[in-house]
């Protein structure tokens, strides 16, 4: 199945009546939190960004302009712009000189104004210091920008912003700090007390280098302090190594459309996130590419997640997919790491691995440097998991493929709920993992998962299926698959003996095949749900198949258009599964498949 990308076509006078998207809270059936609206709405006219309240910045040449046609050189001394609303200068060092820092001051603005960019600039970066009652429209026009000390772009005072890639343009911010750097005028000097990190935890930390700062505030090569949204038809990359790729601090970062590539590290340093949003991530369309690395030595503990929220500041915060394309490869770090995660769109892949025997609780204990320098003890856990919603993960759309090398696919620590779409996890911990309930109402989903106490689908409170298309393979040490309640017929086979990287299938009393998959691992236990089964059903293992994938990548066919091999045994389809004896409690381990 290939779902199309959504990539809106933005002409101009459609970008200028876009806005930032404002998201509504719903519930969910399973009683959990859940995210926003499927749908953007703006917050501007369509007038919103006119060419009346615009300025020029050249970034080449130096030099701004409020008609693009007659340009003053921008220097240490402000020029005054649109009515003197406008104040363009370089911010200056100790000595009064330059830093290469383009400051760009819209706080007396009177209506929402837009900062058209273009050119490049090989240290320095861009500070936007915004209304907090106006909207600024950022318009990256062939941007390239490599910081020094700063931010490529910095949107300050907590106003909103919107920003457009120009139809066709290619921009690149590569992002000039360091992990272990303290970046600002101010720095703290107490020790021996507390520090939150950037991923929430408490650490007890004595200050060597520099402690949180002005300029640590900053936390994204590409950063809003208030909600931003992106949009337009260009493309953006950022390479950085010191926090978040893009980041909205203190609001709700969307993507609505564009194309993005993302590396969290340089030559010299690794950072943390490809997106960052305090209270929530929306992504309605685009091409997002993220490829990150976290850190485990002596001296530096950091995970890299495709997508973060602020959960420490904000329990409700969210991440949720509505359409586009999302293909995130992690070292040391999660596909997604949230609150509440939501799915109802778009073509979503996250390959997550991690350095072997840190998938447990406080699994990393000793003395490192976090971001901004400060000396830190204490211990990180790294799960690498392909999602991971503190209260809850949500699919009824799109396709979401997840390759997770040391724990866990999916984990919730209240509810997973899949009404649609498709869902395939290959994983060495648990496939889906939930300390609550685990429901499924429709949609496929192949599920394939390593031995060591592990379970394809692991739940502490229920697993009930009323609809929907599940096949789960492994070794289903904890019993777990055989306390399914299921309205719908289904199909459970013990004992399989199957070996690794090759095909389990399941043939009809007619020889034709029903549902195939190459198992990554050696199984024992396959349970196959759906609805439309009916009569007695024969299982192979190191089947022979021929057919198209039901999902690029996947190996995993529904049906195939041939399968055979050894037989394992043929059942009966009912709604009843046969018990399997277990002295462990549901949803627990020692292993990778453990909560985290």
């Not at 960019?117 to 920008?145: D, R």
């Not at 599920?447 to 409170?461: E, G, H, L, R, W």
Request: proline content about 2%; some cysteine.
């Amino acid at each position: 199945m290939k779902i199309p990308l959504k990539v809106a076509g933005v002409a101009l006078a459609s970008i200028l009546g876009c806005g930032l998207l404002s998201c509504l809270v719903e519930e969910d059936s399973e009683n959990t939190l859940a995210g926003t609206s499927s749908s953007a709405t703006t917050t501007a006219s369509g007038s919103s960004f006119s060419s009346s309240q615009s300025i020029y910045v050249d970034l080449t040449n130096g030099k701004v302009s409020e008609d693009n046609a007659t340009w003053s050189a921008i220097s240490t001394t402000k020029t005054k712009l649109l009515n003197e609303s406008v104040k363009v200068d370089y911010t200056k060092d100790e000595s009064g000189n330059s830093t290469g820092l383009v400051r760009i001051n819209l706080t007396d603005t009177e209506q929402n104004t837009a900062v058209h960019l273009s050119g490049t600039m090989t240290t320095g970066g861009v500070k936007i210091q915004t209304s907090t009652v106006y909207e600024a429209g950022i318009y990256l026009n062939g941007v390239s920008i490599t910081s020094s000390s700063y931010p490529c772009i910095d949107i300050t005072k907590g106003g909103s912003a919107s920003v457009f890639l120009v139809d066709g343009t290619e921009n690149s911010l590569v992002d000039g700090r360091s992990y272990g750097t303290g970046y600002g005028e101010e720095y703290s000097t107490t020790s021996g007390s507390t520090y939150t990190d950037d991923d929430g935890e408490t650490v007890s930390c004595t200050v060597v280098k520099a402690a949180v700062s002005p300029g640590s505030d900053s936390k994204g090569t590409l950063y809003c302090k208030g909600s931003m949204s992106i949009s337009g038809n260009g493309s953006l990359s950022i390479e950085q190594g010191y926090k978040n790729c893009i980041a909205s601090k203190d609001g709700i970062l969307t993507i609505e459309s564009g194309t993005y590539d993302l590396k969290n590290y340089t030559e010299s340093s690794s950072g943390k996130n490809g997106l960052f949003g305090g209270k929530g991530i929306v992504v309605d369309g685009g091409s997002i590419s993220f490829s990150g690395q976290g850190k485990v030595s002596t001296s530096e503990l950091r995970k890299a997640n495709a997508f973060k929220t602020d959960d420490d500041s904000y329990s409700s915060s969210y991440v949720k997919i509505n359409g586009g394309t999302v293909s995130a490869t992690t070292y040391n770090g999660k596909g997604i790491a949230a609150p509440v995660v939501q799915i109802t769109g778009g073509e979503n892949r996250f390959t997550v691995t991690g350095v072997t025997g840190y998938t447990s609780d406080d699994n990393k204990t000793g003395s490192y440097y976090d971001a901004d320098g400060v000396k830190c003890s204490g211990s990180i856990t790294f799960a690498p998991e392909g999602i991971e919603g503190d209260t809850s993960v949500k699919i009824s759309g799109g396709s979401t493929i997840i390759s997770a090398e040391n724990d866990d696919g999916i984990n919730a620590g209240s509810s997973i709920a899949v009404s649609g779409g498709f869902v395939y996890v290959k994983s060495k911990g648990d496939g889906i993992d939930s300390n609550g309930t685990v429901s499924v109402s429709g949609g496929v989903m192949a599920v394939c998962t390593y031995a060591n106490d592990n379970s394809p689908i692991d739940f502490d409170s229920s697993f009930k299926v009323t609809g929907g298309k599940i096949l789960a393979v492994g070794t289903d040490q904890m019993g777990e698959m055989s306390k399914v309640t299921s309205s719908v017929n289904l199909l459970n086979y013990t004992s399989c003996g199957g070996s690794a990287n090759t095909y389990f299938a399941i043939n009809n009393s007619s020889g034709e095949n029903v549902v195939a998959v190459k198992a990554p691992y050696a199984y024992s236990t396959a349970l196959y749900i759906d609805g439309t089964l009916s009569g007695s059903y024969t299982a192979c293992k190191s089947a022979t198949v021929e057919g198209n994938e039901y999902a690029e990548g996947t190996e995993f066919y529904l049906p195939a258009a041939s399968a055979s091999g050894t037989t394992i045994s043929t059942k009966t389809a009912s709604t009843s599964s046969s018990s399997t004896s277990s002295s462990n409690t549901p949803g627990s381990s020692s292993g990778p498949g453990s909560r985290h």
